[in-house]
């Protein structure tokens, strides 16, 4: 004889419970995943469309109004007159400017002090060119650079590089993003007069700089 087993209206009543805690929790599941689905494809259409491009810079013009070099002191006195172009590439985002600083630089050594421009803001698509003076007063530099600058003056070329450091923040709207370092290098080659301590003069018509941030 079989024996014959009942399930009691309890066991019946906790299993329907069970069942419908495990469908509510696949739907919750399945409603939670649907959401951030959505929202992370949102985000990425945004960063995708809106992402910003780096700014553009360019090396106009460079004057070189003094370059004296004291040996066997080796101190150098410079002066340079740049005129520096930037351009915000971005059709809706703007720029704003909160630190930007230039130097010179010959043969990997430091020729000139910091100079500071004011903060700035850069519409989108907007162009500005600026105009900077860089002093070398008293600059302390290495001994080989006067054998280098000998060299220089056989060819008949001075390569100068131009180191542009600062922050900048991003506007889109009314959102404005947090600060980013960013930096561009302007490599330009210059006629080197007979003595070092005669004047060159350099016309440059946009003379790319490479930006990254």
Known sequence: MSRITEKSPKDCATKQSLTKFNKLNKKLLIYLSTFFLTLLSFIFLVWLILHPTKPQFSLKQADINQLNLSRPSNI????????????NPNKRVGIYYDEFLIHASYKGQIITQDTFLPPFYEDHE??????????????????????????????????????ILGKLRWKLGNWVSGKHDFSANCVTVIPFGDRFSSPFMSSIQGTECSATI
């Open 76 to 87: 150098l006195n410079s002066s340079i007159h740049l005129t520096i172009q930037s351009n």
């Open 126 to 163: 907007e162009t500005t060119i600026q105009s900077v003076i860089l002093i070398g007063n008293q600059q302390f530099v290495g001994p080989s650079l006067g054998y280098q600058v000998i060299n220089d003056q056989r060819t008949g070329k001075l390569g100068l590089n131009f180191r």
